[in-house]
Each structure stands twice: as structure tokens, then as C-alpha cells.
């Protein structure tokens, strides 16, 4: 299994901050690579895929870059609605793994 | 719009099976644009991605679920479903039905499943 590791696991963060979260593979892989936010008692929203494709209707502060081992999300301005948790997740080989998330708390 | 729902028992006794619905609505689940698949999450393990199935019945289950595992299409009713036997506390968790090619587009709300004498 490709396992994926993110860091950190929490950030402290403020409003008009500018976030980079990382994303680490435990192999090599190309761009099949997705980030997902999820708010509580939600189910978790696709932001990003192919590594650094926004999905429709995400806003632009949001990006994504990386390939191989290392993968990085970043929020350019943070807003107040974007406190939430992020996931990584490979979908390049079976099974799919996710990241154990990184949850932004307001400083 | 894709909307997923799922439906089955909340509370399953240890040793017994647990099965959930997932009914799809907003595309043909016959469509082949999705993978229709169910992920799990619980605060311990995190989201753990179970397995899949395409339309035409092909399906692809995570490993350390396999022996338990089976995941079946009805296309006529446009559900999918998810069948785990032999459960223990472990597999406690949130289930989410989902769909998507590889990256997960469309997810259901959700429905926890507690396993519990």
C-alpha cells in the first residue's frame, strides 16, 4: 500500500494567512493525487485532483502542486470558511489511501 | 447532480453482518463515468477507502478487507451495496457511499454504523 503522510497534523492559523500543507508518499507516483476538505458532520468536499486540478466552484485561493513522493495544497488568503480538515488521498494504485488529515484551528 | 444515500442497519452485533445500500440519484449509475465506491472513517483510523465497483460489476476491494468483503451493483434499481461479515468493534465507523473516477467527486452524507452486543 502507498501510504501518505501529511504534516502537520494541526496549524494554528489566522485569517488572510497563507497555508501550505505537505503531503508525503511512501513511493513515487505521477499526478493522481486528490485533496478533499471536510467540515464537521460532513462529508469530505473534492477540491483538488489530478495533484493540481481545482474542481469547479473552488475558489482560486486554493492550489495544488507536486508529483512523486511530494504533494503540497496551499491556501493563498485564508477565509474564515476554510477552517475545516484537509485530506490527501492517492488514487494511483490499489488500495486508495488517504492522508490522516490536517485540521486548521483559528489562532 | 449526483446525490448518493445510503440506507442499512446503524447497530450490528459482533461475529453478524453488516450491509448498507447506497441508492444513486442524478445519473445513470449505468453511465460509466463513476467508480461507485465506500469509504469508512472513524477518528482512530481516518478514512480508510474499502473498495469499488463499476457498472458493469468489476470491482476492486482494499486488502485488509478482502476475505470479508463484497461489493455488488443492481443497476435496474440504481443502488449499489456493501456487505462486510463477520464484524468486530473495529470496523465501527462512519460509512460513506461516494462515486468517482479514482479522486471521489460525489459522497452520501454518511451513516454510522456501530457494531455492539
Known amino acids: 500500500d502507498i501510504q501518505m503522510t501529511q504534516s502537520p497534523s494541526t496549524l494554528s492559523v489566522s485569517v488572510g494567512d497563507r497555508v501550505t500543507i505537505t503531503c508525503r508518499a511512501s513511493q513515487s507516483f505521477s499526478r493522481w493525487l486528490a485533496w478533499y476538505q471536510q467540515k464537521p458532520g460532513k462529508a469530505p468536499k473534492l477540491l483538488i485532483s489530478k495533484a493540481s486540478i481545482l474542481e469547479s466552484g473552488v475558489p482560486s485561493r486554493f492550489s495544488a502542486s507536486g508529483s512523486g513522493t511530494e504533494f503540497i495544497l496551499t491556501i493563498s488568503s485564508l477565509q474564515p470558511d476554510d477552517f475545516a480538515t484537509y485530506y490527501c488521498q492517492q488514487y494511483d494504485s490499489y488500495p486508495y489511501t488517504f492522508g490522516q488529515g490536517t485540521k486548521l484551528e483559528i489562532k | 447532480q449526483v446525490q448518493l444515500q445510503e440506507s442499512g442497519p446503524r447497530l450490528v452485533k459482533p461475529s453478524q453482518t453488516l450491509s448498507l445500500t447506497c441508492t444513486v440519484s442524478g445519473v445513470s449509475i449505468s453511465s460509466g463515468a463513476y467508480y461507485w465506491s465506500w469509504i469508512r472513517q472513524d477518528p482512530e483510523k481516518g478514512l480508510e477507502w474499502i473498495g469499488h465497483i463499476y457498472h458493469t460489476g468489476t470491482t476492486y476491494y482494499n486488502p485488509s478487507l478482502k476475505s470479508r468483503l463484497t461489493i455488488s451493483v443492481d443497476t435496474s434499481k440504481q443502488q449499489f451495496s456493501l456487505r462486510l461479515t463477520s464484524v468486530s468493534a473495529a470496523d465501527t465507523a462512519l460509512y460513506y457511499c461516494?462515486?468517482?473516477?479514482?479522486?471521489?467527486?460525489?459522497w452520501g452524507q454518511g451513516t454510522l454504523v456501530t457494531v455492539s452486543s
Open positions: 461516494a462515486g468517482g473516477a479514482g479522486s471521489i467527486d460525489s
